[in-house]
């Protein structure tokens, strides 16, 4: 009798924990390291199908931690969103230097947000279903993503403006038009085979590609003036 009464106790302790945070073996797994789980799935991985499930098995932990962090699927989902979207506007600031001519700059966040595309082939997926459209918390980080990603663009313009190489443009359509030519590049490499044009490997395809860009956007199709 003396035996079993400790293990009684030990289990109704045991059975205490649900309630709160999950703890033992997931000790040390926060709501960090989950966010990362996923962002790292969404390097191979559609939105619809990382589920709460599906975070939990790559970050090997029991699904009770991810529900203890996040109430649903749309929150884990947009805090993914913005994790990624962090992600690339660090990667964006180490890349442009301020003291390079505007159109050097544009030509290198051009060339950043290629590179987190190739990365990230699914981020512009996620931000379409899980974030566009949305209400609250989503319309929320779709508002601040946005206002993020189109300053870089109106420093670069602004400083082009005053140093007389570049026109006052709407800023926002210019935005725009370089998430959809760079979420193209990043999938459409397939279309530029059956061409029959030669596609190098990431590193040389990511400068290839950038510096036509930036040169169309720059100066154009229209022939140099005599």
């Given at each position: 009798?003396?035996?079993?009464?400790?293990?009684?106790?030990?289990?109704?302790?045991?059975?205490?924990?649900?309630?709160?945070?999950?703890?033992?073996?997931?000790?040390?797994?926060?709501?960090?390291?989950?966010?990362?789980?996923?962002?790292?799935?969404?390097?191979?991985?559609?939105?619809?199908?990382?589920?709460?499930?599906?975070?939990?098995?790559?970050?090997?932990?029991?699904?009770?931690?991810?529900?203890?962090?996040?109430?649903?699927?749309?929150?884990?989902?947009?805090?993914?969103?913005?994790?990624?979207?962090?992600?690339?506007?660090?990667?964006?600031?180490?890349?442009?230097?301020e003291?390079?001519?505007?159109?050097?700059?544009?030509?290198?966040?051009?060339?950043?947000?290629?590179?987190?595309?190739?990365?990230?082939?699914?981020?512009?997926?996620?931000?379409?279903?899980?974030?566009?459209?949305?209400?609250?918390?989503s319309?929320?980080?779709?508002?601040?993503?946005?206002?993020?990603?189109?300053a870089?663009?109106?420093?670069?313009?602004?400083?082009?403006?005053?140093?007389?190489?570049?026109?006052?443009?709407?800023?926002?359509?210019?935005?725009?038009?370089?998430?959809?030519?760079?979420?193209?590049?990043?999938?459409?490499?397939?279309?530029?085979?059956?061409?029959?044009?030669?596609?190098?490997?990431?590193?040389?395809?990511?400068?290839?590609?950038?510096?036509?860009?930036?040169?169309?956007?720059?100066?154009?199709?229209?022939?140099?003036?005599?």
């Open positions: 009798m003396t035996d079993k009464a400790p293990a009684s106790k030990a289990k109704q302790k045991g059975a205490g924990r649900k309630q709160g945070r999950p703890t033992s073996a997931e000790d040390g797994v926060g709501r960090r390291a989950i966010i990362n789980a996923a962002c790292d799935l969404i390097r191979t991985m559609s939105p619809d199908k990382v589920t709460r499930a599906e975070v939990a098995r790559h970050a090997n932990v029991a699904p009770r931690l991810i529900h203890y962090y996040f109430k649903d699927r749309p929150s884990l989902l947009q805090a993914t969103a913005g994790a990624l979207s962090d992600i690339f506007q660090r990667q964006a600031g180490a890349a442009v230097r003291d390079d001519p505007p159109e050097v700059q544009l030509k290198a966040r051009i060339q950043a947000f290629l590179r987190f595309q190739l990365q990230y082939p699914y981020f512009h997926r996620l931000v379409i279903e899980e974030i566009v459209g949305g209400e609250g918390t319309q929320s980080l779709l508002q601040a993503m946005s206002r993020r990603g189109m870089g663009y109106e420093r670069i313009v602004g400083k082009g403006v005053e140093a007389g190489t570049m026109r006052p443009v709407d800023v926002s359509l210019l935005y725009l038009a370089i998430i959809g030519v760079v979420e193209l590049a990043a999938s459409g490499r397939p279309i530029l085979r059956e061409l029959g044009h030669p596609v190098p490997d990431d590193s040389e395809y990511i400068e290839q590609y950038s510096e036509f860009i930036a040169d169309l956007l720059c100066n154009g199709l229209r022939a140099p003036k005599a």
